[in-house]
C-alpha cells in the first residue's frame, strides 16, 4: 500500500489509474490491429498515462515490447535519437540479457559507449555529441525495432515539438522509416492541437493520412468521486461526494490537477475523519506554498513587458482578442507590446493559446500570481 495513493507523477498500477475503460480499449485495439495512432488533448489531461495503462494490460503487456519517449526538451534529431536509443536500452535491462544483447549488436555506431555496471548489466554512458550521424543510428534503432524477437510499440511523447526543429526534413526523415515497419507500431502523443493537427491533418506534410487519429476528453466527475471516494476509504478516511465535484469543476476536470488537490486534500485528512469542501482551499494554499520559491524564480526570469503581459492574461482567466482595444485599456498595454510578449511566453510555456484562447499553462501558477 503506498503511502498516498492519488498518483501525481508517473503512473503506479492500474488499481490507482481512474477510468478510461473506453479509451484503453480504443487505443489498445488500435494498436495491437496494425494502426498508428496520434493521440491528441490539452496537456495534463491523462495521455501519458493512458498509455502506461494500456501498456499494462495483458494483451500488451505479454506479447509486445513497449517504449514511452519523451522528446519534449529535445531540440533537432540528434537529440531525438538520443532520447529513442537510451529509452529502448533502458527497458530491455529489464527484459534480460538476451534483450538488450541484440540492441546493443545492432547499435554499433554507439557500442564503444556503452559501459557496464558490476553486475554486467549495460548503462547508456552516450553522449549526445556522440551520435555523429543521426540518420544512420536512427536506421540501427528501427533495425533493431523490426528484428525484435517480440513486436514492439513506441510511444512518443510531446510529438508536436519535431515541427521546431531546425532541419524541417525530420518529419520526412521518420515518416520514411515508420512506413516501413512491419514489427513496430507508433503512438504519437501530443498536446498543442493546432500542430498536431498541422503534422497528421495537412495534405502537405509526410504524416498525411498515416495514422488514426484519437482524442481524450476529462474523466466523467461521477467516476472521479466514486475513485477518489474508495481511495479514501481504503485508508480508513472519507471525502465528501461536494468536495471531490468542487476539486474537479475548479480545474474543469483536468486530471494532474484534480490528482494534485486530492493527493493534498488526502495528506490534511486524518484517519477515521471526514474530508470536506472547505479543505479545499488549505490544501491549494498547501500546494502554492511548496512551489513558492520556483514561482519566483521563475517570474524573475521574464521581462518586465512579458511580466505585465502575462499579469494580464492572468487576471482574464481565459483571455481572448489580446489586441483589442478593451484590452489594451483595461491593462495599458500597446498592441506591439503585446504581440512580442505572447510570442516569448509560448515559447517558454507559461501561456498555452488553443482555439483562439490564452492561458496561463500552470493554473496553480496562476493562483500564486492572484495573490502576488
Not at 498509455?51 to 540528434?78: P, R
Not at 494554499?285 to 492574461?313: C, G, H, N, R, W
Request: one cysteine or more.
Amino acid at each position: 500500500m503506498v503511502s498516498n495513493p492519488f498518483v501525481t507523477n508517473g503512473y503506479l498500477s492500474p488499481h490507482y489509474f481512474c477510468d478510461r475503460v473506453e479509451e484503453t480499449k480504443q487505443l489498445t485495439t488500435l494498436v495491437t490491429n496494425g494502426n498508428n495512432v496520434a493521440l491528441i488533448s490539452p496537456r495534463r489531461l491523462g495521455k501519458t498515462g493512458l498509455i502506461y495503462h494500456c501498456f499494462e494490460q495483458s494483451t500488451i503487456k505479454d506479447n509486445y515490447y513497449t517504449f514511452v519517449v519523451d522528446i519534449y526538451a529535445t531540440k533537432n534529431l540528434q537529440e531525438f535519437v538520443y532520447e529513442l536509443g537510451k529509452t529502448v536500452l533502458n527497458v530491455l535491462k529489464s527484459r534480460g540479457r538476451k534483450a538488450w544483447e541484440k540492441f546493443l549488436n545492432t547499435i554499433s555506431s554507439l557500442r564503444g559507449n556503452i559501459s557496464f555496471d558490476i553486475n554486467g548489466n549495460p548503462e547508456w554512458g552516450v553522449g549526445v555529441g556522440d551520435i555523429k550521424v543521426p540518420d544512420f543510428t536512427l536506421d540501427e534503432i528501427f533495425t533493431y525495432l523490426e528484428q525484435a524477437d517480440k513486436p514492439c510499440i513506441v510511444a512518443i511523447d510531446e510529438f508536436q515539438v519535431i515541427a521546431d526543429y531546425p532541419d524541417n526534413k525530420v518529419e520526412a526523415v521518420l515518416r520514411s522509416r515508420i512506413q516501413k515497419c512491419k514489427n513496430t507500431r507508433f503512438i504519437y502523443s501530443g498536446s498543442q492541437r493546432h500542430m498536431m493537427s498541422e503534422i497528421f491533418v495537412s495534405p502537405s506534410r509526410p504524416f498525411y493520412q498515416s495514422t488514426s487519429l484519437m482524442s481524450i476528453e476529462p474523466i466523467d466527475s461521477e467516476k472521479y468521486v466514486a475513485f477518489a471516494q474508495d481511495l479514501f476509504r481504503e485508508y480508513n478516511k472519507e471525502i465528501t461526494r461536494e468536495a471531490v465535484i468542487a476539486t474537479y469543476q475548479r480545474y474543469e476536470g483536468v486530471t494532474w490537477y484534480v490528482q494534485s488537490v486530492l493527493n493534498a486534500l488526502f495528506t490534511l485528512t486524518n484517519t477515521n475523519t471526514i474530508c470536506t469542501e472547505e479543505e479545499i482551499e488549505p490544501a491549494v494554499q498547501q500546494i502554492t506554498d511548496q512551489q513558492s520559491f520556483a514561482y519566483k524564480a521563475l517570474l524573475f526570469q521574464l521581462p518586465s513587458k512579458q511580466k505585465e503581459v502575462l499579469m494580464a492574461i492572468c487576471k482574464e482567466g481565459n483571455a481572448a482578442n489580446l489586441t483589442s482595444s478593451s484590452f489594451l485599456q483595461r491593462y495599458h498595454l500597446t498592441a506591439s507590446t503585446v504581440q512580442a510578449a505572447v510570442k516569448g511566453l509560448l515559447e517558454k510555456d507559461f501561456i498555452t493559446h488553443d482555439m483562439g484562447i490564452y492561458a496561463l499553462y500552470d493554473k496553480f501558477f496562476a493562483q500564486w500570481l492572484m495573490q502576488q
